[in-house]
């Protein structure tokens, strides 16, 4: 579900709607929002998003990675820390447990990833997946997803990815380090569906 366009089109039809007879109204309407439509987008926008916070969190939930890299981007971050209400002057940030990145499905995801390798079958990946994390302490933390990929003459593959980033900055530089010691990288995007190794029984 593409929600965030939904709500950024809904803005820009909002803020385009401002630009005639604006003056003509009571100016208390637009009290303190510049005459641009960078300006007037980002008001639109901000109404929406308080709207959703205050009535509708739950459909936060499905933008929140696209929330940080805006709020990152806000701040001149590469990217946000875990306890990102203080990056931003809120006070506590809440719960240090953030919840994960949502699934993006057949969506592409404006978050940034690595793509390390790929394969035939889904077991097969979840075995380089461990392996790729056991021999390079650089992915440690990050998260694994699978896209489909149909390359013409060679038939369906797996694309492991890992991620996410909040800029394609941050990939580019994982990346950087995992070429120089002879590992296929190349930063990309964060679509996909998430997978995890099984649990070991006890």
Known sequence: MRILPAILFAAI??????????????????????????????DA???????????????????????????????????????????????????????????????QSVMHAVHLASYRREAMALRGWAELQALYPVLAGLDARLEHAHIPEQGDFLRLKAGPFDTGAAALEVCTALRSSGQYCQATDYSGRAFAPPESGG
């Open 45 to 107: 926008t901000a109404r929406e998003l308080a709207h959703l916070a205050r009535f509708e969190p739950e459909t936060l939930d499905q933008v929140y990675p696209e929330l940080r890299a805006l709020a990152a981007a806000l701040v001149g971050l590469e990217s946000l820390p875990a306890d990102e209400g203080t990056a931003l002057g809120l006070g506590a940030a809440g719960p240090q447990d953030l919840p994960p990145a949502p699934e993006f499905g057949d969506a």
């Open 13 to 42: 039809v909002s803020a385009c709607a401002t630009t005639g007879g604006a003056r003509d109204r009571d100016v208390s309407v637009e009290a303190g929002v510049a005459d641009t439509q960078p300006a007037r987008l980002a």
